[in-house]
């Protein structure tokens, strides 16, 4: 009987050269802040606007991309010496200049006052690259109580008004929210605004800093009489069981730059580390292969993501990528697939077969290396074709038939039946892949 199996998976630098994926590549790889631009706000609110002076100090070029908010109509510039075009700010001399515009008050849902993305900005693709000293002074009216993520450094009534100031900086652009009852408690904790209609323990203040330190400032309100929201910067609950749930939806949120599409992996993620009893095809792929440290890593490395980081899909990639210390694609793949996808990488060790180096297509899954069917055909000169989309793939070697159903867990050999471990083989959109390993057992016993 000739001897169809014999292959050596040859470790090679390259496996543990995976620097473009470990953590500190990634760190290293967030562009530094070279810029600070300071600001100063001053809002008006009326019956149903808010008046807004936002002034831009020690602006010395000539013509500075700008990007309006959605619900900005009309900008002008109080002085001569500047004006407004296609979105450019063009100014004539060096100088603070202050642009007049206004935002229409809109409620998140009914007595709530939500102002969300209301900031002009200055030169958008390098908002990375600059940093933001934001002084902010709020004219409201009595009734009700405006908010934001951070408490205000002011908080006075002064004649027919109520006046509030606020200091913002690193990039932070801050959401306005009014509430029609004041609050009954509000505590700062770590980069969490609390605001209360219920005192809150002691107890549950340390269980909420515990387990949910994010790296920027949220707005948390808890309020039995509203309806539950959930969105970047905000969330309001009826009372704080599972509330670090719904921080942590919020949190990812803030630092997706397409919610839309990363609600998948929002969701993913949410119940990987708060309901990890839920039977998802994601999570279940992500507890089996990630270790209980490996799961407390990738937690810590998200909720040290920056706001408005990128696309949740590449940055969760990368970052199982540096845990796992091989390239995989898993969320991209399982985005742009109508089916699951196993949770694999690309292996970067050569392979020998017979003593000699090919070049084949390799992917790795825990421990496992896996070649794909038609690959290990053609490397040893078999007979094998498959039918049924690829279902069933039938081998001849040496007078034996050899029958793989990639979809059944089983395999055939003649007449005789076996039964695999789902871990011995997966499928993509284009391709069978099975463990070396297995392939070894079956063709070499």
């Known amino acids: 009987m000739r001897t169809v199996m014999s292959i050596i998976v040859f470790l090679t630098v390259t496996s543990v050269l995976l620097g473009g994926y470990h953590w500190s ?3 290293e790889s967030t562009p530094e802040k070279d810029l600070v631009i300071d600001e100063t706000v001053r809002v008006t609110e009326t019956d149903d606007t808010l008046m807004i002076e936002h002034q831009l100090d020690s602006l010395s070029q000539m013509q500075i991309p700008i990007s309006l908010p959605g619900q900005v109509n009309s900008i002008s510039c109080l002085e001569k010496q500047c004006q407004v075009e296609n979105d450019e700010l063009i100014v004539n001399s060096q100088g603070a200049y202050t642009l007049e515009y206004q935002v229409a008050k809109t409620t998140i849902v009914p007595s709530v006052y939500y102002i969300n993305d209301w900031l002009v900005k200055l030169d958008p693709e390098k908002r990375d690259q ?7 002074t709020l004219s ?13 450094v002011l908080d006075s009534e002064r004649n027919n008004i109520h006046y509030y100031e606020w200091q913002f900086e690193d990039s932070v652009e801050p959401p306005l929210i009014k509430l029609k009852e004041p609050v009954s408690y509000q505590e700062r904790l770590n980069r969490l605004n609390i605001l209360s ?17 994010q790296s920027h400032d949220q707005l948390l309100i808890v309020n039995p009489n509203l309806e539950k929201v ?3 910067h905000l969330v309001i609950v009826s009372d704080l069981n599972n509330s670090t749930e719904k921080m942590f939806e919020s949190y990812l949120q803030s ?27 994601l999570v279940n792929a992500l507890t089996e292969t990630l270790t209980n440290e490996e799961q407390s890593k990738l937690f810590q490395r998200l909720m040290s993501l920056d706001m408005n980081q990128g696309s949740l899909i590449q ?41 000699e180096q090919v070049d084949y297509d390799l992917k790795r899954k825990n421990e496992q290396v896996y070649m794909k069917m038609n690959d290990f055909i053609t490397a040893f000169d078999l007979y094998g074709f498959s039918i049924d989309q690829r279902n069933e793939w039938f081998v001849e070697s040496d007078e034996k ?4 159903y990639s979809n059944r867990s089983v395999y055939m050999i003649d007449h005789t039946r076996f039964q695999v471990d789902q871990s011995d083989w997966f499928e993509t959109e284009d391709s069978f892949y099975v463990s070396i390993s297995l392939l070894s057992e079956i063709f070499n016993p």
């Open 25 to 27: 590549s990634f760190q």
């Open 130 to 136: 600059n940093s933001r000293n934001i002084r902010m």
């Open 140 to 152: 409201g009216k009595k009734q009700g109580q405006w908010h934001s993520i951070r408490p205000p």
């Open 197 to 213: 209609y219920e005192a809150i323990s002691q107890k549950k203040l340390q269980t909420l800093q515990k387990t949910f330190n």
């Open 230 to 232: 959930i969105t970047d």
């Open 255 to 281: 630092v997706s730059t397409d919610v839309e599409r990363d609600q998948k992996v929002i969701q993913t993620l949410t119940n990987l580390f708060y309901q990890q009893d839920v039977d998802q095809p």
């Open 315 to 355: 940055l969760l990639d990368q970052l199982l990528s540096g845990l796992l210390g091989y390239q995989t694609q898993f969320f991209e793949l399982n985005d742009s697939s109508e089916s699951f996808v196993s949770l694999f990488g690309d292996e970067t060790r050569s392979l020998y077969i017979n003593g």
């Open 401 to 404: 038939e050899y029958r793989f």
